[in-house]
Every structure is written in structure tokens, then in C-alpha cells.
């Protein structure tokens, strides 16, 4: 991938997601301020997590699988691209049918099953939500085997639009958990259309079937197998949670949960797009015996991803009550001490989005699945444990312990793969940490004059101040080479 190419699909991708964590982030505070009720939007986050546990057998890991066999082909023998995405979504198409009409037809079932018989009537949207959700991350995905990421930004950016408008009306018009339910169907369906629209017409039909190879379908869906595996054990990480919360405490812990969670979310959108973008070409250097130049390209999007995201982490510790009472209200108080501890959580989280698509596209999936399995199993475990006692912070704090030692797997393979520095990279780490101390230092200090939201705002500019100019300072950003490749 020349500069070019990756500046554009950069750009595209995070403009699509700061697009999404706009849209969310306003939608965010409409719902938690003023369309519903803390219980209220404690069972929407419930019923989502649900819907994201019922998705995986919806996925079953064939967009990932279409994604690589696309990579490997497109170049060496593109006749092969539309049987790669027949078979891919043929699979997709017979799973989501199954799965979103077996879920339609229990969802009463499922919601007793789960302690959250309330929960009931959202869970009637259940088999619309996960067809939509499902066809529309295909797409996404695949464009990104093509490396045409620009268009899985199109794809992402139509939802996001969509989504503030559609929830907010929903909960509005509809009113409560329901309406707001009804309006992400409403989203992800427009940003399907319009996601295999563009694969049908662009890529799809501007390929030439050749001669399909022989077992090229068993390869496909054999790939997707430990795919899968890894899909369903993050999503268990990211879902489970929060239906445990929600089934042992309660609607209201569930709220502090599911928003302590979405912040997270908005923060990681800088790490999110850049890993997407960068992580076919690893695939490509390996393929080409490039083993030293993807291994320098990986240490570069780290020590980047560490400076950005190490800093971010300890700002949101310090922030996290000001920032929640302020923005979301007095009742949300109870999500604090979550936002805090999920701080860590966003650190490796922004490390993970640069390591774990490599994984996908260096052949590692299966080393990666069995990482994932594991921790999440540990997850499981340690939530089971924690939640009676400590509420929404012990599934927190269960979180970011077993998501620690996935991390440090996943480093210990993309190590064993190429060829890193680790001294060079341990050095930088330590100059990061330094700036975090004095970054943190001066906004600890700042923070005794906060008196609303206009002055917390200026704590804030003021220590993403102090970082970039010790960042700059230090030599481990260079302003003028990023505002090159941005430019």
C-alpha cells in the first residue's frame, strides 16, 4: 500500500468513525438526558447485548474469510473473487435467515432464560436487528480485503448519519427502549442497501469468474472456523458483561455499564480506523517475503497508537467524574468509578485494534481463536464472581484483567511472526509514560478549579496541550510528517 492509497483510506475510515462517535456520542446524551429513563436505557443496553450474542451465529466468521481469500486473489487470480464472495455470502445469507427467524419467534423465551423477562418486547425487533446488522458488517469487511476501505467508510458513515436521526425519532415517536430499538433496525438496514449496493456493482460484477478452484469453498469456510471462534469469544468479552449485569443486579447497574462502555467506545476511533486501514498490508508484505518492512510498519502504528492512547487513559481517570455528572447528569453518578477502571480498558483495546486484523492476515486466526477462547471463558468466570459483590465496576475490573493477558498473547504471536525490536519499542514506552506523568500532573492540578462544563472543556484543551508539546518536543511525534500524510 503506497502513501497515498493508505492517507486515503486513513482519512475515510476515521472521518466515517468520528462520523459514528458524533452521531453516538449526541445520541448518547438525548437518550440518557432526555428520551429515557436510567432503567430505561440500562434495558436498550441489555437487549443490544442480547442481539450481539445471537449475531455470532448469524457471522459465523465468513466476512473475514471472504476478506483474506479476496487479498490472496485479487491480484494473482481475480476469476476467483466472485466464487470467494458466492460462497461467503451464500453462507452469510442461509445462517442470518436461520438464526433471525429462530430468535424472532423465542425472543419471550430468551428473555425469561436470562433473568430479564422485561426485556421481551425489544427482543421481538431481535430477528430484523441481526439480519440488517449482520449483512451490512459483511460488506463493510470484505471491502477491506479489496483494500477500498474508502467504501466500508461509506458504508459505516450511512449508518451513523442514520442512526442519530432514526433512534432519536424512535424513542421519541414510539417512545422508551422500543422505539429507540426500532430506530437502529431502521439504520442498519439503510447502511446494508446501500453496503452491498456497492459490492454488487463495483467489485462483484466488475470480476470475470474464472474456473473455480478446486476446494476452494471448504478452504473459505475452514478459514472461518477459528474466525469465528475469535468473533464469538470477543463478542462474548463485549456482550456477556453486560447481560450478567443486567441479570444479577439489575436495569439500573446496566445503565452505568452500558455507558461507561460506550464511552470507551468513542474514544477508540482513532486506533479503530488505523488498524482497519493498515492491516491488509501485512497480509500483502508477508505474502511478497516482506517480513522486515511489515515488522517496522507494525513497531511505527504501536508507538504511535502507545503515545496517543497511554496519555488518553490517565486523562480519563482523572476526568471521569466531572465529565459523566456534567455531560450525562447527576444520576449517572454510579457510572464513575466504571469509566475509571474501563480507562485501561480503552489502552489495550487501541493496542488490540492494530494487532489482532494482522493476526487475520499473517495466517494466525487459529493462535488468535485459541487466545480469545481462553480469556473469555476466564472472563466469564471472573464476572460470575465479581458482579454479586462489586456490581457494575467488578465487571469492569473482570474485563480489563482477562483482556490484559489476551493482549500480551497476541503481542507474544505478532512477535513470534516478525521480526520487532523490542528494546526500541520498551524505550519508547518508557518516554511515554514520562509525558502521561506530567500530562497528568498538570490536569490533577487543574482540575480544583473546575465549575462547569466550559471550564472542565478547558482542562481538557489544556492537557492534550501539554501532551503535544512534549510529545513534539521529545522527538516521538513528528507533526509535520502526520499533517503530510493526512494532507
Given at each position: 500500500?503506497?502513501?497515498?492509497?493508505?492517507?486515503?483510506?486513513?482519512?475515510?475510515?476515521?472521518?466515517?468513525?468520528?462520523?459514528?462517535?458524533?452521531?453516538?456520542?449526541?445520541?448518547?446524551?438525548?437518550?440518557?438526558?432526555?428520551?429515557?429513563?436510567?432503567?430505561?436505557?440500562?434495558?436498550?443496553?441489555?437487549?443490544?447485548?442480547?442481539l450481539g450474542v445471537a449475531g455470532l451465529f448469524a457471522d459465523l466468521g465468513t466476512a473475514k474469510s471472504a476478506a483474506r481469500y479476496v487479498t490472496e486473489y485479487r491480484e494473482r487470480d481475480s476469476g476467483q473473487v466472485p466464487h470467494v464472495l458466492r460462497v461467503a455470502l451464500g453462507s452469510r445469507?442461509?445462517?442470518?435467515?436461520?438464526?433471525?427467524?429462530?430468535?424472532?419467534?423465542?425472543?419471550?423465551?430468551?428473555?425469561?432464560?436470562i433473568n430479564q423477562p422485561e426485556l421481551a418486547p425489544l427482543l421481538a425487533f431481535g430477528g430484523a436487528y441481526i439480519a440488517v446488522h449482520s449483512l451490512s458488517t459483511f460488506a463493510v469487511v470484505v471491502f477491506q480485503g479489496f483494500n477500498r476501505v474508502t467504501w466500508s467508510a461509506v458504508t459505516r458513515a450511512t449508518g451513523s448519519a442514520s442512526l442519530l436521526v432514526f433512534v432519536a425519532v424512535g424513542a421519541f415517536v414510539v417512545g422508551g427502549a422500543v422505539g429507540a430499538l426500532a430506530g437502529y433496525v431502521a439504520s442498519y438496514a439503510l447502511a446494508t442497501?446501500?453496503?452491498?449496493?456497492?459490492?454488487?456493482?463495483?467489485?462483484?460484477?466488475?470480476?470475470?469468474?474464472?474456473?473455480?478452484?478446486?476446494?476452494?469453498?471448504?478452504r473459505v469456510?475452514?478459514?472461518?472456523?477459528?474466525?469465528?471462534?475469535?468473533?464469538?469469544?470477543?463478542?462474548?468479552d463485549k456482550k456477556i458483561d453486560t447481560i450478567l449485569v443486567g441479570?444479577?443486579?439489575?436495569?439500573?447497574?446496566?445503565?452505568?455499564y452500558f455507558l461507561a462502555k460506550s464511552i470507551s467506545t468513542f474514544v477508540q476511533a482513532p486506533a479503530a480506523s488505523l488498524g482497519f486501514t493498515v492491516s491488509p498490508t501485512y497480509g500483502e508484505r508477508k505474502a511478497g517475503d516482506e517480513r522486515e518492512s511489515a515488522a517496522r510498519l507494525y513497531e511505527t502504528t504501536l508507538r504511535h497508537t502507545l503515545l496517543l492512547y497511554v496519555p488518553a487513559g490517565a486523562g480519563l481517570v482523572l476526568v471521569a467524574d466531572p465529565a459523566v455528572t456534567q455531560v450525562f447528569g447527576a444520576k449517572y453518578a454510579g457510572a464513575v468509578p466504571v469509566v475509571q477502571v474501563f480507562a485501561g480498558y480503552i489502552v489495550l483495546q487501541a493496542v488490540m485494534f492494530i494487532t489482532s486484523d494482522?493476526?487475520?492476515y499473517l495466517g494466525c486466526a487459529r493462535e488468535r481463536a485459541w487466545a480469545k477462547g481462553a480469556t473469555s471463558a476466564a472472563n466469564f468466570l471472573l464476572n460470575l464472581l465479581l458482579i454479586p459483590t462489586f456490581g457494575a465496576?467488578?465487571?469492569?475490573?473482570?474485563?480489563?484483567?482477562?483482556?490484559?493477558?489476551?493482549?500480551?498473547?497476541?503481542l507474544a504471536v505478532v512477535h513470534h511472526e516478525l521480526p520487532l525490536s523490542l528494546p526500541r519499542t520498551l524505550r519508547h514506552v518508557a518516554f511515554v509514560c514520562a509525558i502521561t506523568l506530567v500530562m497528568s500532573s498538570v490536569v490533577f492540578v487543574a482540575l480544583s478549579f473546575v465549575s462547569g462544563l466550559l471550564s472542565l472543556v478547558a482542562v481538557v484543551v489544556l492537557g492534550v496541550a501539554v501532551w503535544g508539546g512534549l510529545a513534539s518536543a521529545s522527538g516521538l511525534l513528528d507533526v509535520r510528517r502526520v499533517m503530510r500524510v493526512l494532507a
Open positions: 500500500m503506497d502513501s497515498k492509497t493508505f492517507s486515503q483510506g486513513f482519512k475515510a475510515t476515521m472521518s466515517a468513525r468520528v462520523l459514528h462517535v458524533v452521531s453516538s456520542g449526541l445520541l448518547v446524551v438525548l437518550l440518557t438526558r432526555y428520551l429515557l429513563t436510567p432503567t430505561e436505557y440500562g434495558r436498550l443496553g441489555s437487549a443490544l447485548a442480547v445469507v442461509a445462517a442470518t435467515v436461520v438464526v433471525a427467524g429462530a430468535f424472532a419467534l423465542f425472543a419471550g423465551e430468551i428473555g425469561r432464560l442497501a446501500v453496503g452491498l449496493g456497492v459490492l454488487y456493482r463495483k467489485f462483484y460484477s466488475t470480476h470475470e469468474p474464472g474456473d473455480r478452484e478446486a476446494g476452494l469453498p471448504g469456510l475452514r478459514y472461518s472456523v477459528p474466525l469465528a471462534a475469535t468473533k464469538g469469544a470477543n463478542v462474548v441479570a444479577l443486579v439489575g436495569p439500573l447497574a446496566v445503565s452505568y494482522a493476526l487475520d465496576v467488578g465487571a469492569a475490573w473482570a474485563t480489563v484483567a482477562t483482556f490484559s493477558v489476551y493482549s500480551l498473547v497476541n
